[in-house]
């Protein structure tokens, strides 16, 4: 996921022309052979004008991925991407598509995350990524207890709340990094 977020940032900020992939979702993403992750399928994708920082489209993505506002009056901006993001990294580490039919208007996949976030995030977790048996439980649970409230920063209904995709890629390699300086010793 870290790849992804690069990818998102280089999008971004990597060139004069923002692009706005404008349908991010786990099948948009391809690993090579070292396992390393590549965004696919621009069949949709957006380029900001200069100065711009939204435009308009009548083309829907993915539901479940696709940012509130994008959904709701077909505006699309960078916010869109890092909405999606963060509901992909919920996905990745739970298991759980935002489709699922235990979500619907009142419990979306965010405010799940959230509510058990708060009362402790061991259920939020895919059983194959954490299990209590576990040698490094407390440190993989922390780990993802970081990855957790950074996905709520990605996933903010409001997209000017939500974080920047230069600032997640940070984060992320930070995590990573304490991560395995914790495991390492």
Known sequence: MVDVAAALEYLH?????PI??????????????DMVAHVGDF?????????????QTMTLATIGYMAPEFGSTGIVSINCDI????????????????????????????????RLLSEGMIDIVGTD????????????????SSIMELVLD??????????DMKDVVVELKKIKQRFLNIIER
């Open 129 to 144: 990524l954490l299990r209590r048996e576990d040698e490094n439980f407390v440190i993989k649970a922390n780990c993802i």
């Open 154 to 163: 990605c996933s903010a209904e409001l997209p000017e709340e939500r974080k």
């Open 43 to 55: 069949g949709i994708a957006k380029l900001l004008g200069e100065g711009d920082v939204v435009k």
């Open 13 to 17: 900020t990597g060139h004069p022309t």
């Open 83 to 114: 909405y999606s993001y963060g509901i992909v990294l919920i996905e990745t580490f739970t298991g759980k598509k935002p489709t699922d039919e235990i979500f619907g208007d009142e419990m979306t996949i965010r405010h799940w995350v959230k």
């Open 20 to 33: 706005i992939h404008c349908d991010l979702k786990p099948s948009n993403i391809l690993l090579d052979e």
